[in-house]
T-cell receptor
Framework: NAGVTQTPKFRILKIGQSMTLQCTQDMNHNYMYWYRQDPGMGLKLIYYSVGAGITDKGEVPNGYNVSRSTTEDFPLRLELAAPSQTSVYFC??????????????FGSGTRLTVV | QKEVEQNSGPLSVPEGAIASLNCTYSDRGSQSFFWYRQYSGKSPELIMFIYSNGDKEDGRFTAQLNKASQYVSLLIRDSQPSDSATYLCAVNIRSGNTPLVFGKGTRLSVIA
């Protein structure tokens, strides 16, 4: 099982460029999430999805877009990259085993630098 | 008001000692609580979750939950240098499978 796969692992963008961070999971999880983590900070939710065709904003959605056309894929789009988007991005997925038991499976992360 | 608070540390403990990591949360309706370990440059990995008041033990790890005090902790017994990492507390602040809210994490250093 590959789990949650994120690509690329590293990327340097110039201000104003755009890119898509890819996230794929092979566990048939309904729920998928994008978080960003800045140095010394916890994880902040950007967007999440509870199933194909359904997405919702998190705490810090500005400057990002998502789509969920399949259960497996949840790409994150950055439009007009800004230095404030320099961060490590984590994709995660989950499925509830019980109402309270749904620990995330995280991808390995994408380290993005905007210069 | 921050929703999930953790002391950022670093918390330094000698090898073999008990490490105690603490987390408070603001929403009384919070349902379930998770502890993740994150090594430098790596992704978080789930250590434990707890949803009932009291203690839950798994090997060297014990999670403790006190909903009245809005407090959850993680104890690591017989700490090892390999336990040195950042520990993230995460809370489900509403019922159902809503996204977790994470604290900033506590950095633990176990000194050999």
């Amino acid at each position: 099982n590959a789990g949650v796969t994120q690509t690329p692992k590293f990327r340097i963008l110039k201000i104003g460029q755009s890119m898509t961070l890819q996230c794929t999971q092979d566990m048939n999880h309904n729920y998928m999430y994008w978080y960003r983590q800045d140095p010394g900070m916890g994880l902040k939710l950007i967007y999440y999805s509870v199933g194909a065709g359904i997405t919702d904003k998190g705490e810090v959605p500005n400057g990002y877009n998502v789509s969920r056309s399949t259960t497996e894929d949840f790409p994150l789009r950055l439009e007009l990259a800004a230095p404030s988007q320099t961060s490590v991005y984590f994709c995660a997925s989950s499925t509830p085993r019980q109402d309270w038991d749904y620990g995330y499976t995280f991808g390995s992360g994408t380290r993005l630098t905007v210069v | 008001q921050k929703e999930v608070e953790q002391n950022s540390g670093p918390l330094s403990v000698p090898e073999g000692a008990i490490a105690s990591l603490n987390c408070t949360y603001s929403d009384r309706g919070s349902q379930s609580f998770f502890w993740y370990r994150q090594y430098s440059g790596k992704s978080p990995e789930l250590i434990m979750f707890i949803y009932s008041n009291g203690d839950k033990e798994d090997g060297r790890f014990t999670a403790q939950l006190n909903k009245a005090s809005q407090y959850v902790s993680l104890l690591i017994r017989d700490s090892q240098p390999s336990d040195s990492a950042t520990y993230l507390c995460a809370v489900n602040i509403r019922s159902g499978n809503t996204p977790l809210v994470f604290g900033k994490g506590t950095r633990l250093s176990v000194i050999a």
